[in-house]
């Protein structure tokens, strides 16, 4: 049950990387779009005391514009088979 990012880039078609794939770059440019990961939030599905849950992280989205302001893009975390599911045609990078 690998955990995705799905982003709508405004130039280009949604893309999908895998929670695991970011969280060991830190930060990846898909297009426009640039996608950071940092520590600090825990799943509520690893254990029944969810302050006991592993470490997922954080994502953040964003585009800058030419004078290097930052705007957030809307993103989803989901699960890889809801992809495969829902996007069957959009590869996953891992």
């Known amino acids: 049950m690998a955990r995705v990012v799905v982003v709508r880039p ?6 999908a990387v895998t929670l695991e794939f970011l969280r ?3 930060l990846l440019v898909l297009d426009d779009v640039e996608l ?3 520590a600090g939030q825990v799943s509520a599905l ?6 006991k849950g ?3 992280g954080t994502v953040t989205a964003y585009t800058k514009d ?3 302001r930052r705007h957030d893009v809307p993103y989803d975390v989901t699960f890889a088979f809801v992809v495969h599911a829902f996007h069957p045609d959009i590869p ?3």
């Open 36 to 38: 950071a990961w940092q």
């Open 24 to 26: 060991a770059k830190g």
């Open 66 to 68: 030419p004078d290097g």
């Open 46 to 51: 690893e254990h029944w005391a969810v302050a």
């Open 54 to 56: 592993r470490d997922v």
């Open 10 to 15: 405004i130039l280009g078609a949604p893309k």
């Open 92 to 94: 996953i990078l891992k």
